[in-house]
C-alpha cells in the first residue's frame, strides 16, 4: 500500500497513528479532519521515511511542534496545515530542515493557521 486516506477520521487518535509506522512503503498519508492527533502523534510517522505527501489539514491539535516530529522524513515534499488552529507561521518557529525545504521548492500549506505576520508588532 502506498497511499492511505483517513479524511475525517474523527475517532483517529495519536495511538492510532502510531500504528501507521507498520506500514513503511507508504508514500501518501491524508489525516484531513483527523482532529485529535497532534503533533505527539507525528512522532510515530518518522520511520516512513518514503512518505512524499501529508495532510494534515483541519487536525486542530496540532501544534508548532509539528515540524520538528517531521525532520526525519527527508522525501516529503507536500505538507499541508491548513485549518490548525494551534500552529503559528513566524517568528522562527520553523527554522527546522523541513521548513527550509519547504520554502525553497516543495509545497507547504498553511492556510488559516495563525498568520502572526499579519500582526501589527514588528519587533521580530
Known amino acids: 500500500m502506498q497511499s492511505l486516506d483517513l479524511t475525517g477520521a474523527t475517532g483517529l487518535s495519536d495511538l492510532g497513528v502510531g500504528s501507521l509506522a507498520a506500514l513503511p512503503s507508504l508514500t501518501q498519508i491524508n489525516l484531513k479532519g483527523c482532529y485529535e492527533v497532534s503533533s505527539i502523534g ?3 510517522l518518522s520511520g ?9 489539514e483541519g487536525c486542530g491539535n496540532m501544534d508548532d511542534n509539528a515540524l520538528g516530529q517531521l525532520t526525519g ?13 494551534q500552529v503559528s507561521c513566524c517568528k522562527g ?8 525545504r519547504s520554502c525553497q521548492s516543495q509545497e507547504l500549506t498553511l492556510h488559516s493557521s495563525r ?3 499579519l500582526s501589527t508588532d514588528t519587533s521580530y
Open 42 to 44: 507525528l512522532a510515530n
Open 115 to 117: 498568520p502572526e505576520w
Open 73 to 85: 522524513l527527508t522525501n516529503l515534499h507536500m505538507l499541508n496545515l491548513s485549518y490548525c488552529g
Open 93 to 100: 518557529q520553523w527554522e527546522t530542515p523541513i521548513s527550509k
Open 48 to 56: 516512513i521515511t518514503r512518505l512524499t505527501d501529508l495532510n494534515l
